[in-house]
């Protein structure tokens, strides 16, 4: 019947800190800006986290979209909580990383995912991932994503590709500064 554009943006601000031994806990606030068709809403949330280092293996845990429900076209919707669990370690001298979480969603089905970052120079990541959704069959997202990272001083540039076979391919591109 036509064409229509989606538009997802989120400007993100964050905070950690250790807070005793071995612990950190940290907080992002968030501005949402979301477009579907001719529709749109601006919205608030806040993610907040918790992590920590035993035996050489990171273990987190955070609560992601906390806030009020935004409004498209004067329909009220939910922002997508969820909650993660996370566990990794670095081998190689620092230069792999393997990682696994449990994604635990308010709005969908519950997923886990591995992945791996390799280093082949200091300002240089490859990535691999596997993500496998529970209680669903056929969903585009389940399977491989890549992706490329580069830092230099605290700047970062980060970009990734899931291939799916339904829809387009999945493009994420995203910039950091880290104070």
């Known amino acids: 019947t036509g064409e229509f554009r989606v538009y997802d943006m989120a400007v993100t601000v964050g905070l950690a800190r250790a807070v005793g031994r071995g612990i950190n806990v940290g907080a992002n606030v968030k501005a949402i800006r979301q477009t579907l068709a001719t529709v749109s809403a601006t919205g608030a949330a806040i993610d907040l986290g918790v992590a920590t280092r035993f035996r050489g293996t990171s273990f987190g845990a955070t609560v992601q979209n906390l806030g009020p429900s935004m409004s498209f076209g004067g329909a009220s919707y939910a922002l ?22 449990y994604n635990i969603p308010s709005d969908y089905y519950r997923d886990a995912r591995l992945g791996a970052e390799y280093k082949p120079h200091p300002m240089l990541a490859v990535r691999l991932g596997y993500r496998h959704e529970f ?25 990734s590709m899931t291939p799916d076979d339904a829809f387009a391919d999945i493009h994420r591109l995203s910039f950091g500064y880290t104070f």
Do not use: C, E, I, K
Not at 80 to 101: H, I, K, Y
Not at 136 to 159: F, K, R
């Open 135 to 159: 209680g669903s069959t056929g969903d585009p997202a389940t399977g491989l994503s890549y992706g490329l990272g580069a830092h230099a001083g605290p700047v970062n540039l980060d970009y």
């Open 80 to 101: 997508p909580r969820q909650m993660r669990l996370g566990v990794g370690r670095n081998f190689l001298s620092d230069r792999l990383l393997l990682a696994a979480d």
